[in-house]
């Protein structure tokens, strides 16, 4: 499912919208993994930060543990992804493909 991606004006607003997610433990850390629309790219630093927090209030809400790591498709098919440093090792060494198998649930963000 290709969500519609987080739309908002200067001040980034979190829309009523489903992801698809993967709940994951990797080495020990639980990462929830969202797949956003490639427009996320396009969006400031500064947006693209304040969506990840309120994905992450919303994961914290769910019940579920973890670091929401927002991962898309650019314009080329590359995927890009927003983890913490120590993440970044981990992401360059998986595909997409191989993230999104891994889809076990969905999170709805109010």
């Given at each position: 499912?290709?969500?519609a991606?987080?739309?908002?004006?200067?001040?980034?607003?979190?829309?009523?919208?489903?992801?698809?997610?993967?709940?994951?433990?990797?080495?020990?850390?639980?990462?929830?993994?969202?797949?956003?629309?490639?427009?996320?790219?396009?969006?400031?630093?500064?947006?693209?930060?304040?969506?990840?927090a309120?994905?992450?209030?919303?994961?914290?809400?769910?019940?579920?543990?973890?670091?929401?790591?927002?991962?898309?498709?650019?314009?080329?098919?590359?995927?890009?992804?927003?983890?913490?440093?120590?993440?970044?090792?981990?992401?360059?060494t998986?595909?997409?493909?191989?993230?999104?198998?891994?889809?076990?649930?969905?999170?709805?963000?109010?």
């Amino acid at each position: 499912m290709e969500n519609a991606a987080i739309f908002g004006g200067e001040e980034t607003q979190l829309y009523m919208k489903t992801f698809e997610v993967a709940h994951l433990n990797i080495q020990n850390v639980n990462v929830v993994i969202t797949f956003v629309a490639s427009a996320f790219e396009f969006k400031t630093p500064r947006e693209q930060t304040a969506i990840q927090a309120a994905l992450q209030a919303s994961v914290t809400s769910a019940g579920l543990a973890g670091n929401v790591v927002l991962v898309w498709l650019d314009q080329f098919g590359r995927m890009k992804f927003l983890a913490p440093p120590q993440q970044h090792p981990f992401f360059r060494t998986v595909s997409y493909q191989e993230l999104y198998s891994q889809v076990n649930r969905t999170l709805t963000c109010n």
